[in-house]
């Protein structure tokens, strides 16, 4: 009788730990610049993550309306932006045990000289709310760093600037992805600024380097996340499923190739104990209905939608 209860036991903590590891995707929740407010669809977006339960949330930057030029925010302003992230976003994940990492964005922490002191107050809001995750390499976080959860290697990369990445980041992530990837089932990388173009009008606003797509092949790596463009695509290039987050914020764009703007939406990644990867993408208004496949390009560039990849 024991040793069937121990059977029993067993089973279902196996069942327990082959669950899927859930994480909700979301970008660009910024409104005009100097905004201390959230739309609904930020609100209801996030609600429904929390209903959702998933074990982590990625956000790949623009949470707050920083970046005006003329004048520059004040440092006072910049608190507020961040307080009213906090009150529609970080409290409701906390409240519902629910993690998230961030990398930054142009609108948070521009690298683009005159914003050193936005960036620092990124450096600060993020650097004192470390996540409770195993990190594998603190570089230079919250900007660049990695993290080891459930057998996924996550790495953010800090990609607020168009064009290559720094030889000095370069080298770090092949460094890094020389060492950590093997061990991991999956690799999924996140940034703002995407690899490769999605958007109409945000051709130029990529890092665009061929180098660094041969780099990311070489190691594996299983997916790529990414913002700014405000246009949901999930292509595949090489092996590499690279998902452009649609925004919950304002300004939603057209993707190349089509003809009406993305719909605001936040995306659900799921990757099984054997590393094999799903993803969805949930819209507004209530975000209960995925975002139709068939209504995207079937390619953009050299990336082909995934549910065509071999076909």
Not at 24 to 46: F, M, P, Q, W
Not at 189 to 202: N, Q, V
């Amino acid at each position: 009788m024991l040793r069937i209860a121990a059977l029993v036991l067993c089973l279902v903590a196996g069942a327990v730990r082959a669950e899927p590891f859930k994480i909700a995707v979301i970008s660009d929740l910024n409104g005009s610049y100097g905004s201390t407010s959230y739309g609904k669809s930020v609100h209801d977006g996030i609600a429904r993550i929390v209903a959702l339960e998933p074990d982590l949330v990625i956000s790949t930057g623009d949470m707050v309306a920083g970046q005006q030029v003329n004048p520059h925010l004040s440092a006072d302003q910049v608190a507020a932006m961040w307080s009213a992230f906090d009150d529609a976003v970080t409290k409701p994940l906390a409240r519902a045990g629910i993690p998230i990492v961030v990398t930054p964005g142009n609108h948070d922490a521009s690298a683009y000289r005159g914003f050193e002191d936005e960036r620092a107050i990124f450096a600060k809001v993020w650097g004192d709310r470390e996540p409770d995750l195993t990190f594998v390499d603190r570089a230079d976080f919250p900007f660049r760093y990695a993290l080891s959860v459930r057998g996924v290697l996550l790495v953010s990369l800090d990609v607020t600037t168009t064009g290559a990445l720094s030889d000095n980041q370069f080298d770090w992530l092949d460094d890094l992805l020389e060492r950590q990837a093997s061990r991991h089932k999956a690799v999924v990388l996140f940034s703002h600024l995407p690899l490769w173009p999605f958007a109409e009008k945000r051709s130029d606003d990529v890092i665009g380097d061929p180098k660094l797509h041969d780099l990311l092949v070489r190691h594996g790596v299983d997916l790529y996340l990414s913002g700014h463009h405000h246009a949901y695509y999930p292509g595949v290039a090489d092996g590499i499923l690279m998902v452009s987050q649609s925004c919950l914020g304002s300004g939603p764009r057209v993707l190349l190739g089509a003809s009406r703007p993305s719909p605001k939406a936040f995306s659900l990644v799921e990757i099984a104990a054997d590393g094999t990867i799903e993803e969805i993408a949930y819209q507004s208004p209530d975000f209960l209905k995925p975002v139709n496949l068939d209504d995207l390009p079937r390619s953009i560039g050299r990336l082909v939608r995934r549910d065509l990849v071999g076909k």
